[in-house]
């Protein structure tokens, strides 16, 4: 089946960039998208980007997908302590319903 | 749009005792889904509705759990009886026109 892989933990100082990567198995994996959980919430859409497009940039957020390697990264950059958070990186097949989720990355920005 | 609504936002409840969780979907979406929250396992998706037919319910753990969509606008998951393993956050989610999901706040269960 679909795997999606993230590391657990990355500590940033505030101000600086974060690079979140996500790897994932499937080949026909259309749609990517990354997700935002702070404490106590749910997850929130932050972006998604399609996999016919290598980059996609939204504000401080820019999304590379290197569609050959199968990778998959979200950076933020300035990055503020209101990012602190869970970030998960989730796939979906050409004709599916359901996602599937990595395992998250928890976000600490240092001030 | 007021976004996925889920209700109660916290259930605290003893072992044996039926729960009901809740979920409005965003109107005009067509696919909703249930997810499971804990720190051991992570997000686990439960079961998913299309158009209020339930489609995959694979992942649901046990015949305690049961789901239902009885029109577009509504669902509910239902744990009879309940166990302490069962504590977790529920969430609820519903599908946009290119396939994203949109999360509710989620239901914290607490099963003592």
């Known amino acids: 089946g679909e795997d999606v892989e993230q590391s657990l933990f990355l500590s940033v100082r505030e101000g600086d960039s974060s690079v979140i990567n996500c790897t994932y198995t499937d080949s026909s994996s259309t749609y990517l998208y990354w997700y935002k959980q702070e404490p106590g919430a749910g997850l929130q859409l932050l972006t998604y980007i399609f996999s016919n497009m290598d980059m996609k940039q939204d504000q401080r957020l820019t999304v590379l997908l290197n569609k050959k390697d199968k990778h998959l990264s979200l950076r933020i950059a300035d990055t503020q302590t209101g990012d602190s958070a869970i970030y998960f990186c989730a796939e979906r097949s050409t004709g599916a319903n359901n996602l599937f989720f990595g395992t998250g990355t928890r976000l600490t920005v240092i001030p | 749009d007021a976004g996925v609504i889920q209700s109660p936002r916290h259930e605290v409840t003893e072992m044996g005792q039926e729960v009901t969780l809740r979920c409005k979907p965003i109107s005009g979406h067509n696919s909703l889904f249930w997810y499971r929250q804990t720190m051991m396992r992570g997000l686990e998706l439960l079961i998913y509705?299309?158009?209020?037919?339930?489609?995959?319910d694979s992942g649901m753990p046990e015949d305690r759990f049961s789901a239902k969509m009885p029109n577009a606008s509504f669902s509910t998951l239902k744990i009879q009886p309940s166990e302490p393993r069962d504590s977790a956050v529920y969430f609820c989610?519903?599908?946009?026109?290119?396939?994203?999901?949109?999360f509710g706040p989620g239901t914290r269960l607490t099963v003592t």
């Open positions: 989610a519903s599908r946009g026109p290119s396939g994203e999901q949109y």
């Open positions: 509705f299309n158009n209020n037919v339930p489609i995959d």
